[in-house]
């Protein structure tokens, strides 16, 4: 039942603590995702961000390292 997993618990930061865990680590240390649309994320976007806009996140989370944290903003 792949619905559950919407009710798993997931750990949240707010912005300063994100930024101290990615200024810890080296951008291959972690996956960063940005789910916003195509448009928002040319407009700007954190830099080594990977853009998988939210629709797309179940099919595509084959993309990323499930050995790596992962930050989604």
């Known amino acids: 039942m792949r619905w559950l997993q919407f009710f ?8 300063q603590a994100a930024r101290k865990l ?7 240390e972690f996956n960063l995702i940005d789910v916003r649309q195509p448009k928002e994320y040319k407009a700007g976007h ?3 961000a990977q853009l998988i806009p ?4 179940e099919k595509r989370s084959t993309e990323l390292d499930p050995n790596l944290p992962t930050l989604v903003y």
């Open 8 to 15: 798993r618990r997931v750990n949240s930061m707010d912005a």
């Open 46 to 48: 954190l830099p080594g």
């Open 22 to 28: 990615m200024d810890g680590f080296d951008g291959a």
């Open 54 to 57: 939210l629709g797309d996140l």
